[in-house]
């Protein structure tokens, strides 16, 4: 039997699919990197994406994009925190897209009310700790390998199974360490350490987490597997295809949408819960 979903996440009611805009301060980013590397081009854009309908901006100082260099915790730092408080002191539901816990714990401090951490709190020994004392809500993410080395052959026996197995046992670890399971979202990991097949296989069958009775978080946005089931476009011209799969993930059961593309989505998801509402 399936359980009931809880009603809230981060203080969010989840009566209808949240969109998670991606503000990036980074130079390397896969699509947009270099575009808000200055605090202040970052606050703006994170404001203008909550005017077009974003309820969550979701902030990262550290490309995790394939073939990634990581960054010295001072550098990702100093491009976060500024950001982060500028727009929670604008009122904000911000989230800290993070893999270290002292950007987390500073990060929660400049009023981040979400840890989204592509390791699933494995990447630094210290971070489970620091995000249940944090007291903020985390978003646990699969990933294969490190971004350097994530695409290099990755293999499963069953890319949809194998993941959500790994993210139910991610959960218990959490729970165990003291996060209450009320703030516990997961997110299967389009595109890291997965080939093309390995993601469709997941985006076909994502109403598998729906046992797990938590919000699922999907990153589809503009990722190279739309291009290549496509006709190879560049990033930025992947909109229509990332709109099709966050719409493919929603009527499975998704719950957040992360998103270069804000007002777009917004407006398909609208349309699309507005057939919903006439048909029932």
């Keep these: 039997m399936t359980k009931k979903i809880v009603s809230t996440f981060a203080g969010l009611a989840r009566d209808k699919p949240l969109i998670m805009g991606i503000v990036n301060v980074t130079p390397d980013s896969f699509s947009d990197g270099g575009e808000t590397l200055k605090a202040e081009h970052a606050v703006t854009r994170g404001l203008a994406f909550r005017d077009q309908g974003a309820d969550i901006l979701d902030v990262g100082g550290e490309s ?15 491009r976060v925190i500024p950001v982060v408080r500028g727009l929670a002191d604008a009122g904000a539901t911000v989230s800290v897209d993070t893999r270290h816990a002292q950007v987390m714990t500073a990060a929660v401090e400049a009023g981040a009310k979400i840890i989204n951490d592509v390791t699933a709190l494995t990447g630094d020994p210290n971070s489970l700790d620091a995000a249940a004392k944090s007291g903020a809500a985390v978003i646990l993410m699969h990933m294969r390998g490190e971004p350097g080395t994530m695409q290099d052959d990755p293999v499963y026996e069953d890319a949809a199974l194998e993941v959500r197995d790994y993210l139910s046992d991610r959960v ?109």
């Design 172 to 280: 218990r670890v959490c729970e165990a360490a003291g996060i209450p399971r009320n703030q516990i979202a997961v997110d299967p990991g389009i595109g890291f350490g997965k080939t093309v097949a390995h993601n469709l296989d997941i985006l076909g069958r994502l109403h598998l987490y729906q046992d797990m009775a938590l919000p699922v978080v999907l990153g589809v946005s503009r990722k190279s597997f739309i291009g290549h089931v496509s006709n190879g476009e560049l990033p930025k011209d992947r909109v229509a295809g990332s709109i099709a799969a966050a719409l493919a993930g929603v009527a499975q059961g998704v719950h957040i949408v992360r998103v270069h593309d804000v007002a777009e989505t917004c407006q398909a998801l609208a349309v699309q819960v507005a057939i919903e509402n006439a048909t029932q």
């Design 64 to 78: 995790t994009r394939p073939g990634a260099a990581p960054v010295s915790i001072d550098e990702e730092l100093n």
